[in-house]
T-cell receptor
């Protein structure tokens, strides 16, 4: 069974630039969630994708956007980077979301190793 | 709005000690609760998942309990080892229509000294 993978591992950008982070879900999973974790904080939910459509969104501005592909891998795009966007970005995969209710009962979310983004 | 609090923020113990980490949440209408481990600069490793209908889950030296009505969960680690040193996070998944996201606490930083 292949686990969740993310790329790149580290990234350094400057304010105003755009960035794309990538995530491959665990084998057999069809749902991907993205989280932002600032230093010393717990992860904050950005959004979730199920079958190539956004299934829910947290309190993040529209310059945070995403995609999910037919193979269930996903991208997180951030435009007009700000210093406060510096964080660890985590991707989590799970099985069997519904359009309204999210992942099916009992399904754990399995996290990737994260991408460390530094904005200068 | 669901809020998750973890106490203590940091804990240092000698090797071999049994210890308890605490997690509390403000909205008891949860779907499940999950405990994670995070090593410095790394992703999250799922330790235990407790469904809202369950009272506890066990895996090896770890035991997690859930008291949904009082909004509390504990993670018990028996016979701690230096390799247990990490940040431990708890997260709740809400019930109802918006149950697709996890709400996390800030974590407890555990150091087990040899």
């Amino acid at each position: 069974e292949t686990g969740v993978t993310q790329s790149p591992t580290h990234l350094i950008k400057t304010r105003g630039q755009q960035v794309t982070l990538r995530c491959s879900s665990q084998s057999g999973h069809n749902t991907v969630s993205w989280y932002q974790q600032a230093l010393g904080q717990g992860p904050q939910f950005i959004f979730q994708y199920y079958r190539e459509e956004e299934n829910g969104r947290g309190n993040f501005p529209p310059r945070f956007s995403g995609l999910q592909f037919p193979n269930y891998s996903s991208e997180l795009n951030v435009n007009a980077l700000e210093l406060d966007d510096s964080a660890l970005y985590l991707c989590a995969s799970s099985l069997g979301a519904t359009r309204r209710g999210g992942p099916k009962q009992g399904n754990e979310q399995f996290f990737g190793p994260g991408t460390r983004l530094t904005v200068l | 709005k669901q809020e998750v609090t973890q106490i203590p923020a940091a804990l240092s113990v000698p090797e071999g000690e049994n210890l308890v980490l605490n997690c509390s949440f403000t909205d008891s209408a949860i779907y499940n609760l999950q405990w994670f481990r995070q090593d410095p600069g790394k992703g999250l490793t799922s330790l235990l998942l407790i469904q809202s209908s369950q009272r506890e889950q066990t895996s090896g030296r770890l035991n997690a309990s859930l008291d949904k009505s009082s909004g509390r969960s504990t993670l018990y680690i028996a016979a701690s080892q230096p390799g247990d040193s990490a940040t431990y996070l708890c997260a709740v998944r809400p019930g109802g229509g918006s149950n697709y996201k996890l709400t996390f606490g800030k974590g407890t930083l555990l150091t087990v000294n040899p």
